[in-house]
């Protein structure tokens, strides 16, 4: 009887560390944005599934001087928006091996909406690479997982 219960918690133990293991490997998340140009910590971003597609939204600005931000360049209805709070990724599909595109990735510093390309970072799964196309190029960004507490 104490071996089937040792043998339980043993196999319980090893399922939530794959589901840890699982869920610290997903696009998932929440995310550091850093300015690829100048190093400089810019947003944390909240990437999550949607009616099956992958959405993201700004949660928090980390930039100083930037914490209030109004989408001043932005036309239509994102026109002197608050930045905070503002979806930036919108219906991106799974594609094979975890990679996910669409043709709404929004720059709200830009005021411009790219397609785009979203996957781990193969060496280092807590990096997120997300590149924006115009054209026929492309720029990439590495994003930091936030780690929760």
């Not at 998340?29 to 992958?54: H, S």
């Not at 280092?124 to 720029?139: E, M, P």
Request: glycine share 8%; proline share 1%; charged share 35%.
């Amino acid at each position: 009887m104490k071996s089937k219960r040792m043998k339980s918690k043993w196999i319980c133990g090893v399922c939530f560390l794959l589901c840890q293991i699982t869920w610290s490997q997903s696009v998932f998340g929440k995310w550091k944005t850093i300015d690829d140009r100048n190093g400089v910590e810019k947003a944390v971003i909240e990437i999550y599934k949607e009616d099956g597609m992958l959405h993201a939204k700004v949660i928090e600005i980390l930039e100083d001087g930037k914490k209030g931000a109004l989408c001043t360049k932005c036309d239509g209805d994102k026109k002197n928006k608050p930045i905070l709070g503002m979806k930036i990724m919108d219906d991106f599909e799974e594609h094979k091996d975890g990679v996910y595109k669409g043709d709404s990735l929004f720059d709200p510093e830009q005021a411009m909406t790219f397609r785009g390309k979203v996957w781990l970072d193969e060496e280092n799964k807590n990096r997120l690479k997300v590149r924006g196309y115009l054209a026929f190029l492309h720029r990439t960004q590495t994003w930091h997982r936030v780690e929760e507490n």
